[in-house]
Structures are given as structure tokens and as C-alpha cells.
């Protein structure tokens, strides 16, 4: 990945990773008793990663390493106001898409809700929505989603009810990284299914943090 990143970037390596070595060419700029390489750069290439979340609060320094990142690394100018964010957005969202229509998984969350929001005002109809009930929602939530997408957007909203699937796949494990993982692989397999029933759609939309 490091290879094909263009100059002056910044990469969050994942913290299920575990980096032993840095690279050939990559300097280990931060470290702890666990993790070997909390921190790496080959300057020469404008590369720079870390194995933490600077953007965290607990994060000691953190905004002033993204600063230095952005200001003295990439020579950002910092003219950019948050008010403009939302304007800017869906003029960009609208011309990127033009007449091609758009798929958005929705699960009720911040993320999601926020980008299929910004979609609906952008491409309209264009967009369908797939939103996944698996019996593990907060109370009241699947019910939310549809209200607002459904009755108060008029948005094109698939609402499917899996409960039974997921709990059935679910049933008798008890190791929660075990059961991630079958959530989130039942949950790619539900959408493709409901992704085949569509037709004619160009691009797929994710919402996620805002980091």
C-alpha cells in the first residue's frame, strides 16, 4: 500500500495490525514497549504513518501532529470554513454522479445517516438506500430509519428484516471477535443479495468517520 500512495501522505496503519519491521527506506519514528513501530516516515517520499489515532483526545500532541502534517508537510493554506462543508459537498457529490444512480448501505448510525442525508439532497431518487435490521439495532432504531428516509425524505429505502438469519447464525457462539465476524460477513452477504435486485447502479457510497 505504502507504494502506491501518492507524495506527502499520511497513513493510520489499523490498530489490529501489528508492524514488527518498518519497511526499507522507512525511518521508526515512534515506539512503545508493545508496539515496535508506533510510527514510521521515508521524508524523502513525503510518507508518514502511525499505528495510533492522533486525532483522539487522550492523544497527547495529537493536533499538533496533524498541524505540522498538514501545514508544514502538505503546505495546506487553512482557508477552508466548516460552513461551506455542506454546500461544496453536494455540488461535488452532484456533478461526480450526474444522471448515474447510487447504492448506500444505511444502518442508522452518525456515518451513514449524515452521507445518505447529503446523498438524498444531492441526486434525489438516484439513490436507494438498503437498510439492514439484525436484531442487534438500539431500541426504536430501524423504525427511526424508516421514518425519516422513508416517510419524512421520501428517499428510496430497502428496509430488510434479518433478524432471524442473524441471530440464527449467531446462535451458541460466544467469543466476540468470533461473532464480528459472522455479523459483519452476514451483513455483505444480505447486501449483495439486495444490491443484484437493483439495476443500473454506478457507484456505492459508504459513510464513515469523519477522520
Known sequence: ILDSVSPKTICWMSHTDYIEKAPEGFR??????VCPVAGMECEERGLYAVQFHPEVMHTQEG???????????????????????????????????????VLCALSGGVDSSVAAVMLAKAVGKQLTCVHVNHGLMRKGESESVIDVFKNQMDANLVYVDAVDRFLGKLAGVADPEQKRKIIGAEFIR?????????????????GTIYP
Not at 66 to 87: A, Q, R, T
Not at 90 to 101: A, H, T
Open 190 to 206: 444480505v447486501f449483495e443479495e439486495e444490491a443484484r435486485k437493483l439495476e443500473g447502479i454506478e457507484f456505492l457510497a459508504q
Open 28 to 33: 521508526v519514528t515512534a515506539h512503545t514497549p
Open 63 to 101: 493536533m499538533k501532529m496533524l498541524s505540522n502534517f498538514v501545514y508544514n508537510v502538505c503546505k495546506c493554506s487553512g482557508d477552508w470554513k466548516m460552513d461551506s462543508f455542506v454546500e461544496s459537498s453536494i455540488k461535488s457529490i452532484r456533478e461526480k454522479v450526474g444522471s448515474g444512480k
